[in-house]
């Protein structure tokens, strides 16, 4: 559908404007706030964690000195009680709870992977397995030298680990439906609109639902930008004049509109089947 992009031409924007948050986006491309965690609430769950581990390790080196038979018992023991409390219990209940420790859940926090899912085993061991360098070796300067350079609040465990922590409470604030403009309706209903790529739409969804955010200019030029590569996935082209943020808007609006008809349709069909068997 190229040949049918109109002349918007394409300018070089900011994208470092959305920067500013991280965001979970939903099969819909609708962008949900993800909060970071700060810095002072994640170093509260963290004494907590620390805590829980410290009297899980000194519980099983007590239980350790006190049954092991001899010195050589007692020693290899002392390796695998400090090995599970500080990394494996840890790892364990993180993904047990879809990232939540017990520190975590004192504070209303949570980790996940930098897509924002779950972690997995694998991604809370060796978030662990780092910790215990970083944290019990060295006293948390590198966790905390690191959380303060990253954005994220990264600590070097999760700058490895490919994770970040996240507040768990939080208002989940959806946006409004975008509005058809009257005048593109009816070329709206006629267009061939085919399936944008996932972070395209996401682009559109941010240009009409807080573009008032950024510099005037910086938003005019991704409106030009983003309404030239929608325009390469829609036949015919919008009518002559039309500005990029009503064309954009049309065509969310009439995504939208397709998306509703076709679920109605597969339920109703569904309801049939039904009501034959």
Known sequence: MDDAAPSWGSEDGDDGAWGARDLLVTGEAVALDLPAASLGVRVLSGLVDLLAQGLLLVVGLVVVAVTAPDDALAAAG?????????????????TATSGR????????LRTVRDDAGPPSFHHCFV??????????VLAGVPALVTALLSRQGKRL????????VVRDRFALRLPWP???PP?????????????????????VQRLLGRGETLDPRAHERLLLRTASEVARHVAPAPPP???PAAFLAAVSAERRARDERRLRAEVA???????RG
Do not use: C, N
Request: hydrophobic share 55%; aromatic share 4%; charged share 15%.
């Open 178 to 180: 975008v509005t058809m």
């Open 269 to 275: 069909q569904r309801q049939r089947l039904a009501r």
């Open 241 to 243: 004049g039309t500005p």
């Open 127 to 136: 978030r662990s397995l780092v910790g215990v360098a970083e944290v019990w």
């Open 157 to 164: 465990g999760d700058l490895v680990a490919g994770t970040y």
């Open 78 to 94: 002392s390796v695998v009680v400090t090995a599970a409390a500080l990394v494996l219990v840890p790892a364990v209940v993180e």
């Open 101 to 108: 420790s017990l520190g975590k859940l004192v504070m209303g």
């Open 183 to 203: 005048p593109l309706a009816g070329w709206a209903a006629r267009a061939d609109i085919g399936p944008l790529p996932d972070g395209l739409a996401l682009t």
